[in-house]
């Protein structure tokens, strides 16, 4: 017989149920998952300016553990589209090389009417200027959303590129594993 769980992070609605499935429910979570792929199609085509569109002006970007020659947080938007676009430039303009982001299995697993955590799955390759192609990482996201009006934006950005959050492991306020 298995035991109950005695962790305390929020109930989750169990994969395949539908009792929570109303329009509004619907709605959002389809704008988040949209928010969640625009990420990449914006950075990994250089569009900064429709790139911090997707984040709160207060956001954070944190990255467990950080790549070489990027901090392990940045705090705000202006400072989040700074850095990506420099990195960005690092790898188009040193390395020939040209990011592509592949975001799969986007779970949204908190949602509320006005703020939103959702995971995914992220593999990165590089497309060469030689026309190869190699693999550069793979890990998760956990976006901590929310919303104002009826546009969601990204609040808060952990990206984990070794060891994955434990599921359902939510921290208060955007700390540790629900960042």
Do not use: C
Not at 5 to 17: E, I, K, M, N, R
Not at 19 to 40: E, K, P, T
Not at 67 to 91: D, K, Q
Not at 105 to 131: I, Y
């Amino acid at each position: 017989m298995t035991q109950p769980s005695t962790t305390t992070a929020p109930a989750l609605p169990v994969p395949g149920s539908t009792g929570h499935l109303d329009a509004a429910f619907l709605a959002d979570r389809a704008a988040i998952q949209d928010v969640v792929a625009a990420y990449s199609l914006y950075y990994d085509s250089g569009d900064f300016d429709a790139l911090g569109e997707l984040f709160t002006e207060d956001a954070t970007f944190t990255f467990t553990p950080a790549p070489e020659g990027f901090p392990p947080s940045v705090a705000t938007r202006e400072r989040i589209v700074f850095a990506m676009a420099a990195l960005y430039r690092h790898h188009t303009e040193t390395r020939g090389a040209h990011q592509r982001h592949l975001t799969a299995n986007t779970v949204v697993t908190r949602l509320d009417a006005t703020t939103a955590e959702a995971r995914s799955l992220l593999s990165l390759t590089f497309a060469l200027d030689d026309g190869g192609f190699e693999l550069g990482r793979s890990g998760s996201y956990v976006d901590r959303l929310e919303k104002d009006g009826d546009r969601w934006r990204i609040a808060s950005r952990h990206v984990w590129l070794r060891d994955l959050p434990p599921v359902g492991a939510a921290a208060p306020d955007g700390q540790e594993g629900s960042a």
